[in-house]
């Protein structure tokens, strides 16, 4: 059975650091490429990064560019998300996705879906 188990979310200050990462079973992360986006309450999903499997370049949003790092593990099967810097408008549930396609920004071009973990960035 396909699966993405997502986990590092949590409360974090101002300023502060979260690692997030995206598990995958069922599905091997090595032939796609990966996003992460984020859904903050009452808006739409925000495409935040993404990695290609081909190269592993790498793209981000605009303002993510600078504190957050994407990369992979192939061997583990995984996905993480490095957050540095975290300001109180990353607040969102953080949700990771796989594609065929290169990198796509519709959420409608994703396959594969993790059930979302939540990051809270609050003094």
């Known amino acids: 059975q396909l699966q993405f188990v997502e986990s590092g979310g949590g409360l974090v200050q101002p300023g502060g650091s979260l690692r997030l990462s995206c598990a995958a079973s069922?599905?091997?992360?090595?032939?796609?490429?990966v996003s992460w986006f984020r859904q903050a309450p009452g808006k739409e999903h925000e495409g935040v990064s993404c990695?290609?499997?081909?190269?592993?370049?790498?793209n981000y949003a605009d303002s993510v560019k600078g504190r957050f790092t994407i990369s992979r593990n192939n061997a583990k099967n995984t996905v993480y998300l490095q957050m540095n810097s975290l300001k109180p408008e990353d607040t969102a549930v953080y949700y990771c996705?796989?594609?065929?396609?290169?990198?796509?920004?519709?959420?409608?071009?994703?396959?594969?879906w993790g059930q979302g973990t939540q990051v809270t960035v609050s003094s």
């Open positions: 069922g599905f091997t992360l090595i032939y796609s490429n």
């Open positions: 996705a796989a594609t065929f396609k290169s990198c796509p920004t519709s959420i409608y071009d994703y396959s594969y």
């Open positions: 990695i290609k499997i081909s190269d592993g370049s790498t």
